[in-house]
């Protein structure tokens, strides 16, 4: 899947891609960037560098240790940020395209996501163990606080662009929570489940797989990894809380979701006849457009490229995986102790047993 649109929220290109071909898998796990260059891995531990002025140029390919899981650019456009499946963090030099990569910092557990605050001073890392770390970005070791409350594994992170003090995080506890993430304080916690989609069934884990935010309005958009299902939040700045405001029913998966400066939503799905939907704010409702002018020019060349996404179609999520395996053994423990107590009683009535018995007793 592809989808690349401007980010109203940095200014520059927020990319998801996930392509497989006869051969090879092929996934760009995430990028951002802010218009000079433009940063993406595969599977095969490549980390390739663009430079998009004056024209496109292709400036690296380095090998990265182990598949990498999320990248960010710094504000500066002096680094690219990788996080592994290992739980490190590496900086990539874009001035110095052809050098190697530096550790920055690691956990102990697989990292999901990385992200930084708009002034480059804050390191921001969700891993699988439930924990956000902020550390600061000119010493990584120096870790300013964690953010702790999610119960299961830490998905998406993002710094709020119009309050770059508040973080936004997705979990597959089924929440979306608001941070203070200098301090480490919650201030707002939205449970999806309670959500009135009726595609989720009463039990069904309902996990969320991308983020959009426009900053037209503090509007968040959010994608589900198993509904075909987008949500509209809107940020409350006064009371630090999200407010659910529509949701954008799908005919199947979404694959991305992107908003233009404008305001207008886009959508991708996983449908050859109509795979680009776009969304328009119209008198406090999300609408459907088709008079969009790409509109019908960008999904024509999606139908045209449509073998290069058939390897997406109908993919399980990637997320079931991440959940905590419980077990519990205690019936076994207790049926085994009932089976022990049995065989001790049956071997007290056996005469046999007690006759056995005495005998030794005579011996010694």
């Known amino acids: 899947l592809f989808a690349a649109t401007p980010s109203s929220a940095i200014g520059g290109w927020a990319i998801d891609i996930s392509v497989s071909t006869m051969s090879a898998a092929f996934t760009i796990v995430y990028k951002k960037g802010f218009g000079t260059y433009f940063a993406l891995t595969d599977d095969n531990k490549r980390l390739i560098l663009f430079r998009t002025k004056p024209s496109w140029e292709c400036l690296s390919v380095r090998s990265v240790i182990r598949r990498c899981t999320s990248l960010i650019i710094t504000a500066a456009e002096d680094k690219i940020l990788v996080a592994d499946k290992s739980g490190d963090v590496y900086s990539y030099s874009t001035t110095e395209p052809e050098n190697a990569g530096t550790i920055e910092l690691g956990h102990l557990s697989l990292l999901l996501d990385v992200a930084l605050s708009p002034d480059d001073q804050y390191i921001l890392t969700a891993d699988r163990d439930e924990k956000i770390r902020v550390s600061l970005t000119r010493a990584p070791h120096n870790i300013v606080s964690f953010c702790l409350g999610h119960r299961e594994f830490v998905s998406k992170i993002f710094v709020i662009p119009n309050y770059p003090e508040l973080l936004l995080s997705a979990s597959g506890d089924c929440t979306l929570r608001l941070w203070e993430y200098k301090s480490g304080k919650e201030v707002h916690c939205c449970h999806l489940n309670s959500l009135s989609t009726s595609e989720a069934s009463p039990n069904e884990k309902v996990m969320l797989s991308r983020t959009a935010y426009c900053c037209e309005g503090n509007y968040i958009a959010i994608l589900y990894d198993c509904l075909p299902t987008v949500s509209i939040f809107q940020l409350d700045p006064e009371t630090q809380k999200l407010i659910r405001k529509q949701n954008i029913p799908l005919i199947c998966k979404g694959w991305a979701i992107a908003f233009e400066k404008t305001g207008g939503l886009w959508i991708l799905q996983e449908d050859m006849q109509t795979p680009l939907l776009f969304y328009q704010l119209v008198k406090g409702q999300w609408q459907s457009s088709t008079e969009e002018r790409g509109l019908i020019k960008m999904s024509k060349c999606i139908r045209d490229n449509w073998t290069a996404f ?24 207790l049926q085994k102790k009932e089976e022990r107590l049995q065989q001790r009683k049956s071997k007290r009535k056996d005469p046999q047993h007690e006759s056995n018995g005495q005998t030794k007793k005579l011996k010694t």
């Open 310 to 333: 058939e390897g997406s179609v109908g993919k399980e999520s990637c997320y079931q995986n991440l959940y905590k395996a419980s077990f519990d053994n205690m019936a076994v423990y």
